[in-house]
């Protein structure tokens, strides 16, 4: 029984299927009637004729028109073009009346935005096109394509593999700068010789690009990665926005670069240069200011930087006092046990003109080197004979003791001699 009750459903089933597909076919059948009979036009074409450039906004317009009218809604399939970004930014038709060989038809035009990549001849394929129309007795619904056809692309100006390149219409630029300290709040700037900056502190940099009939996939990045010497560079994922208004395709990019500054000292921003090209065929130059830095140290910020060169100067000040304090402490010690040496003593007395202290020391050191108590004129040679001979007759002559001396560099000579 359940045997027999699940093959009436199977029959019952293809039975709807067979009916279905037949249905579908006949209503496939006279749609293509009606087109052969100009009832229904379908069509696709470029929207604008003339030069086209590499990434200029491309509009395919799918004609659909029928002399009855559509009893459902129209749906364009996707398409896809080899080397350009395909896409369907309305969601809705332009419909309108046309007349065309005596007929009166209503129209729908829809829109499919090309965006090609490089130079070339480029193929735009069949598009299919589900439709439902009115006929004399009945709804008929199926699809329909259109014919496929070919456009071409031209590198019309000479774009550099550096140069930032874009093309579309009412281009406009901004940039906004700001200075995020490490303790406050950040503060929008236009022009850095009024800022007081210091290391740790942050600077940002806003490049906004609009660019109508464009697409912000197409939209160059401004800022460059290229590192800022004194900062470290972080770049945040660029903020990218289509839309449109009254039939306007609209594209915006924002791009965010962040710098810390890690060293004091000056730098630059670089400008940033962009070249557009229009829809009139005209090319257009921009450049966005650069913005030059100056950056002084904070007391901590200094000792961060330079903290292993105070440390070896601060020990080898440290170091030098310790020395000091150690030959302060020897030479008393020496100086209490009378264990100076005599070259030195000598020094210090030559210095203070304390001729006593001279003559005394240079007997003593007759005595230490050559074992003598006395310093004889015929022991030296030269003109040390002559000042031994001076010193002893005005040493024993005069009754003034202190009236004994020598000039300067005559002790220096006898010193040397003895």
Not at 188 to 209: C, K, N, P, S
Not at 278 to 289: F, K, V
Not at 324 to 353: C, D, E, G, M
Request: with cysteine; proline share 3%; aromatic share 10%.
């Amino acid at each position: 029984m359940r045997t027999a009750y699940k093959q009436v459903v199977v029959f019952f089933v293809c039975f709807l299927g067979i009916i279905n597909a037949s249905w579908a076919s006949n209503q496939q059948e006279r749609l293509r009637q009606l087109e052969q009979q100009g009832n229904v036009i379908i069509q696709a074409s470029l929207a604008k004729a003339g030069p086209l450039v590499p990434n200029q906004q491309v509009i395919v317009n799918v004609e659909v028109m029928t002399d009855t009218w559509f009893t459902k809604g129209t749906r364009v399939h996707r398409f896809d073009v080899h080397n350009a970004l395909v896409m369907q930014r309305s969601s809705f038709a332009t419909n309108s009346i046309e007349r065309l060989n005596g007929r009166k038809y209503s129209k729908q035009v829809w829109e499919m935005v090309l965006y090609p990549l490089e130079e070339g001849r480029y193929f735009v394929p069949s598009i299919v096109v589900d439709l439902a129309v009115r006929d004399d007795k009945s709804n008929v619904t199926g699809q329909l394509v259109t014919e496929p056809f070919e456009f071409d692309v031209e590198a019309t100006f000479s774009a550099q593999d550096e140069a930032r390149w874009v093309v579309g219409d009412n281009l406009n630029v901004n940039q906004v700068w700001h200075h995020v300290p490490t303790n406050g709040s950040p503060q929008q700037f236009d022009d850095a010789a009024d800022m007081e900056f210091h290391i740790g502190d942050a600077i940002e940099r806003t490049v906004t690009l609009y660019l109508d009939n464009s697409t912000s996939s197409l939209l160059p990045r401004m800022i460059s990665d290229e590192p800022i010497k004194h900062t470290i560079t972080y770049t945040e994922p660029p903020e990218l926005k289509d839309s449109q208004n009254r039939g306007v395709y609209s594209a915006k990019r924002v791009d965010k670069s962040v710098y810390v500054i890690e060293e004091a000292g000056d730098f630059t921003m670089p400008e940033i240069s962009l070249n557009q090209w229009d829809s009139s065929g005209h090319a257009h130059h921009y450049r966005i200011a650069s913005a030059s830095f100056s950056v002084s140290h904070t007391p901590l910020s200094y000792i961060r930087t330079h903290w292993l060169t105070l440390s070896l100067s601060l020990l080898s000040f440290a170091g030098a006092c310790l020395f000091i304090l150690w030959v302060k402490n020897r030479y008393q010690q020496l100086s209490t046990n009378h264990a100076l040496p005599i070259w030195w003593l000598f020094i210090l007395a030559w210095l203070q003109k304390d001729q006593l202290e001279l003559e005394r020391l240079l007997y003593l050191k007759a005595l230490l080197k050559r074992q003598l108590s006395l310093i004889s004129s015929h022991d030296l040679e030269g003109d040390t004979q002559a000042l031994v001979f001076r010193l002893q007759e005005r040493r024993y002559k005069e009754s003034d003791l202190e009236s004994v001396g020598l000039l300067r560099w005559e002790w220096v000579k006898l010193w040397r001699s003895v």
